[in-house]
């Protein structure tokens, strides 16, 4: 069925210098280990009922948070904020082992929604410490993902959060190094520094396969193609989400004149399109699809209604749901939406 679409008014037509279009990137949005970690708490909270506590923000973005807590999820930061004995689900961007051991010492009932491409970070870390190699970990420091591979060897894993750290970090023995990533970084960037830490430690081993995941890296080869012949790429994602920022930066690097990274449609000023003919637009992996149709309808409303998709790959990859979650009540198997195609339920 066909979306009403939704008038605001709140941006105006003004003319510019020949016809107005936007290029919007494909794919964006949604990915695999965000829909199964959303639907995972929707599908707690049926099974368990309101309130389901979630340890950090289940997945990087304003409304899905806001979204989940009008349902009864209740966000915490810490499993110490949770009652003793109540239902916990852990976010996609995976927890280090002291925090399982936490929520098990104050009796938790937790769900793991630890996206699989993280899990598989997390078993790479633990084999290579236990090969007795130093891991350098590229991404960025204080990110919950970071936070969660670096807690499965802690005493092995050096953070090295971009290409200038590169120079600075120590090392024990520089024979006995491997890389790990982040999975939602810039790819370019990493490459790089991969090649600086090449270039001091030349005996650095590469993991078996890349840890930036398939979704940043589709998304990012979309944006690359879009920039180019954009006056001005909009991206909708939040401002902690790492791979919606990646996206913006992307974007500049790649020959957009302006980028903006936006919440919500509601944000997007006036002045950002003055003059503009062509307007990229994109989203992170953590941001619903609605809130893309939302900035197309404003865009609409401002004379670009000729929307024409910028197609780099096709998505069907599905996670099955954490191993509490695959059954309903009754004991039959799951079915779910994914990005608002409806699916098979993954085995
Ligand atoms: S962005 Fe990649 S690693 Fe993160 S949840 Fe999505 S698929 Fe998993």
Redo the contacts with the bound molecule.
């Keep these: 069925m066909p979306r009403m679409r939704r008038e605001s008014g709140r941006l105006k037509d003004l003319p510019v210098d020949g016809p107005k279009k936007v290029l919007l990137a494909a794919p964006r949005g949604y ?4 829909d ?2 959303v639907v995972a708490v929707e599908k707690a909270l049926t099974r368990y009922g309101a309130p389901v506590y979630v340890r950090k923000q289940i ?1 990087h973005n304003v409304h899905v948070v806001n979204t989940l807590e009008k349902m009864g999820a209740i966000f915490v930061e810490e499993v110490e904020e949770v009652p003793e004995g109540a239902n916990v689900v852990f976010s ?2 995976g927890v280090s082992p002291a925090v399982v051991q936490a929520a098990d010492d104050r009796g938790l009932h937790a769900i793991d929604a630890t ?4 899990t598989k970070v997390h078993r790479e870390a633990v084999r290579f410490a236990k090969q007795d190699l130093e891991i350098l970990l590229i991404g960025h420091d204080g990110h919950e ?1 970071v936070e969660g591979t670096a807690g499965q060897a802690p005493d092995r894993i050096t953070i090295v959060n971009s290409p200038e750290e590169v120079d600075s970090i120590e090392v024990k023995n520089p024979d006995k190094l491997v890389w790990l990533s982040q ?2 970084l810039s790819v370019d960037e990493t490459m790089e520094t991969v090649r600086r830490l090449r270039e001091r430690f030349p005996n650095l081993q590469d993991p078996p396969s890349d840890d930036i ?4 890296q589709n998304r990012q080869v979309a944006i690359k193609k879009i920039a180019p012949q954009a006056d001005v790429v909009i991206v909708v994602g939040s401002s902690n989400s790492s ?1 919606s920022v990646r996206l913006k930066e992307v974007a500049l690097e790649y020959g957009a004149r302006a980028a903006y990274r936006v919440d919500f449609a509601s944000e997007v000023q006036q002045s950002w399109l003055d003059g503009a003919r062509t307007i990229g637009v994109s989203s992170g ?2 941001v619903p699809e609605v809130l893309v149709q939302e900035l197309l309808d404003d865009l609409a409303d401002a004379g670009y209604s000729d929307v024409e998709a910028t197609v780099t790959a096709e998505e069907d ?1 599905v996670f099955s749901l954490p191993k509490e979650l695959r059954q309903d009540a009754n004991g039959k198997r799951d079915t779910r939406a994914l990005g608002g195609r409806v699916r098979a339920a993954a085995k």
């Design positions: 990915c695999a280990g965000v199964r970690a997945v996609a961007h996206c699989p491409l993280v993902e999975t939602t995941c398939y979704a940043t791979n992996a953590s990859l």
